[in-house]
């Protein structure tokens, strides 16, 4: 009786993790690409692909759910929320400007290009757009800009994190979820 209790709970468990509902299948990305050449835009193209395939994988919803920070279930940063839904908040894709649940990310995106920094890129609480450095964009992979352009949307969703390099700020929300675009997508080899 004390095994089947536990299969049933393992069970369980195990297909919280594995069902993926359906926003994750129909999740869309309206991405406004601003002067940018068509060779550049096939490379958004590209990551809007893998984010696709990634956003409906049983894989990302268990690596969201099952993120752990300071020995609990939970993201450093998370404005008081759990991983579930965290993870339901970016299927609704409700962004602070875009205040609608469409189940899409909507954004605007423009290169800029600056060769003494190291910032990947930004984005600014007051628009919809996101700005990646050119240096970056165009040496990373459609993958790597999956995986940034994942960490600057979920700016738009709210989540932030600290300015200054230290342990917290890589278990954020933008950084750690960022971070699982990146290894997924790796692990699908784009």
């Given at each position: 009786m004390k095994y089947l209790?536990?299969?049933l709970f393992f069970l369980t468990i195990s297909e919280s993790y594995s069902f993926v509902p359906k926003d994750a299948f129909t999740f869309d990305f309206n991405i406004?690409?601003?002067r940018m050449s068509r060779m550049k835009e096939k490379k958004i193209d590209h990551s809007i692909d893998i984010l696709r395939e990634i956003f409906a994988s049983p894989e990302f919803k268990r690596r969201i759910l099952s993120h752990r920070y300071n020995g609990r279930y939970q993201f450093a940063m998370n404005k008081g929320l759990s991983n579930s839904q965290i993870y339901h908040k970016i299927l609704k894709g409700v962004e602070k400007l875009h205040p609608y649940d469409n189940n899409a990310m909507d954004?605007?995106?423009e290169l800029y290009t600056d060769y003494e920094s190291i910032v990947?890129?930004?984005?600014?609480?007051?628009t919809r757009r996101i700005w990646m450095n050119t240096k970056y964009f165009n040496r990373n992979s459609p993958a790597e800009v999956a995986s940034h352009l994942t960490h600057e949307w979920l700016h738009k969703l709210g989540f932030g994190h600290e300015r200054e390099k230290c342990i917290k700020r890589k278990y954020s929300v933008p950084y750690a979820i960022g971070y699982i675009v990146r290894d997924l997508a790796k692990k699908y080899r784009y």
């Open positions: 209790a536990f299969f406004k690409t601003i954004v605007e995106l990947v890129g930004f984005t600014n609480p007051r």
